[in-house]
């Protein structure tokens, strides 16, 4: 079985990584003028079947290996 990795960089701010069948783009987003936002920025995974917000992120999320980011975007729906 294939563990997750970098694909490519595709934009500035942004990191897709894949782990199995499921591709995740993660981006940091300003969140100031988002209603009810929790936090001044969030991170954004997003799949072709799904797209979540996470609010509590590590700061240091581009340094983090594919495996933790792909747990981090899977780990957010509990």
């Known amino acids: 079985m294939r563990l997750s ?21 993660l981006r ?4 100031r003028r988002v209603p009810g936002a929790r936090a001044a920025t969030c991170l954004i995974c997003e ?3 799904v797209i ?3 609010w509590n992120y590590p700061d240091d999320w581009r340094e983090l ?7 981090l975007c899977e780990g957010s729906a509990r």
């Not at 934009?11 to 897709?16: D, M, N």
């Not at 290996?65 to 747990?71: I, M, Q, V, W």
Request: charged fraction near 35%.
């Open 52 to 54: 979540r917000r996470l």
């Open 5 to 25: 990795r970098v694909i490519q960089s595709v934009g500035p701010g942004e990191r897709l990584v894949e782990r199995g069948d499921r591709h995740w783009t």
């Open 28 to 31: 940091e987003m300003d969140a």
């Open 65 to 71: 290996g594919d495996l933790e980011l792909a747990t």
């Open 47 to 49: 799949s072709t079947e």
